[in-house]
């Protein structure tokens, strides 16, 4: 199974990593993650997976997204994922509460509605 899904990576890079790290092997996972963030194109395919769940305004309550945390920590998956890309600073964040709209005023001060 696992050889099936590293050869049809291609396809879709993510699914097949976290097949692979379901299927706990985290090694051939890494080597599809390295060849994939080689790219600019693989990159941004792939980057959304690394951002921790509230960096993409996602409920932490999937197994499949929890791989992705540990899995960065190999170092030579940091070291890929570096050199192109980064964990989007905290300040970026989606919200989690709803943010006011905004209101301006008209000439004569009527505010718009």
């Known amino acids: 199974l696992a050889e ?3 050869g049809d990576a291609g396809d879709n890079e993510a699914a097949a990593i976290e097949a692979l790290l379901c299927l706990g092997d985290a090694d051939r996972a890494a080597a599809i993650a390295i060849s994939t963030l ?3 194109e693989g990159a941004s395919s ?3 997976q690394f951002q921790p769940d509230a960096a993409v305004g996602l409920p932490p309550i999937s197994y499949l997204r929890a791989l ?3 899995f960065l ?3 030579d998956v940091r070291a890929a994922f570096e050199a192109k890309l980064r ?5 970026l964040w989606p919200g989690t509460e709803p943010r006011a709209i905004p209101r301006s005023r008209l000439p004569d001060g009527m505010p718009v509605t």
């Open 46 to 48: 792939i980057a959304d």
């Open 87 to 91: 964990i989007l600073p905290e300040p």
């Open 68 to 70: 992705w945390q540990p």
């Open 38 to 40: 080689a790219t600019t």
């Open 73 to 75: 920590e190999r170092a």
């Open 4 to 6: 099936a899904l590293a």
